[in-house]
């Protein structure tokens, strides 16, 4: 993510002045890339204006209060903590934070949230996010506080409460599979209820052979469908949307996926802009995935919302019991 980011910010004139990591050879080689000094985490901001957090979910917590007490706007990764006593840290310390949920700024994603402002009251909601299992990175390791439904699920699930808009979730059902070969979820389908009655499903996996995001919105006057990966493509009622060009100097990916415009935002943020996305919607999304976690621990139970489980435990904690370690 620290390569993604720093690509993002050199396409919008953003330099990128120091940076730390958990390693030596790893910091090395990313100041090597970016043109920036190595310092440690402690050595942070190191007179930038803003951070970027892009550690492991569980140095998420430590790293940010560090950087919010430094004065300095923080951008950090989803998911916002590894559980949700840590979360309440980070929405009680203030400061100017922007939840870095990409898919937010995603121009596919703001063409879609438009047309699906114009289809009326909203009846269900679909988001697939498929892909085959990572290979790099500690994403199997329980430690790091849950599998897929952790990982890909957090944009699910924060793309869901977006499009939900003001309609509150009051609940929420799901089921969690793992291969034999690993310790943590690799499958999942989860449902969420609104006060209104919609219903958003989330269907998300590290099986598929190939990646497969897409959106489907649907009312009783229209749907509206959105494929991110692998082509990027929206329908309203069939009929293809026009797309905006993406910027032609760059990895169209960062356009597409929205790593662009958040790093724009970063910027305005910096400059005195409100955050649009701050810590406690990363607060919102992690309270729903601990929901599905626990929902999860005992099949075809629904847990309500707001989330009154345990504040101390990872969502992998939460399900775990049933599954080994």
């Known amino acids: 993510m620290s390569v993604v980011h720093a690509m993002a910010a050199a396409a919008t004139g953003t330099g990128v002045h120091a940076l730390a990591s958990r390693t030596p050879e790893r910091a090395n080689e990313r100041a090597a890339q970016f043109g920036a000094a190595v310092v440690t985490f402690d050595e942070l901001p190191a007179g930038a204006d803003a951070v970027v957090v892009c550690t492991p979910p569980d140095r998420h917590a430590h790293d940010t209060l560090q950087a919010i007490r430094a004065g300095v706007v923080v951008m950090v990764e989803k998911p916002l903590a590894t559980t949700l006593g840590e979360a309440d840290q980070l929405v009680d310390a203030g400061g100017r934070l922007l939840y870095a949920e990409n898919l937010a700024f995603s121009p596919l994603v703001v063409a879609t949230h438009q047309l699906v402002s114009q289809i009326g009251q909203l009846e269900f909601i679909e988001i697939r996010q498929l892909s085959p299992r990572p290979t790099w ?26 499009l939900a808009g003001a309609d509150a979730p009051v609940s929420v059902e799901a089921t969690l599979s793992r291969s034999t070969d690993i310790h943590v979820d690799d499958d999942a389908e989860v449902f969420i ?25 649907s009312s009783s006057t229209g749907v509206v469908r959105t494929e991110l990966m692998p082509q990027p493509s929206i329908e309203h009622n069939g009929d293809p949307i026009a797309l905006a060009p993406t910027l032609s100097d760059v990895d169209p990916h960062l356009d597409q996926l929205g790593y662009i415009a958040q790093m724009q935002m970063l910027q305005d943020i910096v400059n005195g802009s409100p955050s649009p996305i701050d810590a406690g919607f990363g607060r919102r999304v992690l309270e729903v995935l601990c929901a599905a976690y626990s929902a999860a621990r005992v099949p075809g139970s629904t847990v309500p919302l707001p989330f009154t489980g345990a504040r101390n435990l990872t969502p992998h904690q939460l399900w775990s019991d049933t599954v080994g370690p």
């Open 137 to 162: 990175g500690d994403f199997l390791d329980p430690a790091r506080g849950g599998g897929v439904l952790f990982d890909l699920g957090s944009h699910a699930v924060a793309l869901a409460l977006l």
């Open 193 to 217: 209820t609104f006060a209104s009655g919609l219903r958003a499903r989330i269907e998300t996996n590290w099986t598929n052979p190939d990646a497969v995001w897409d959106i489907q919105v």
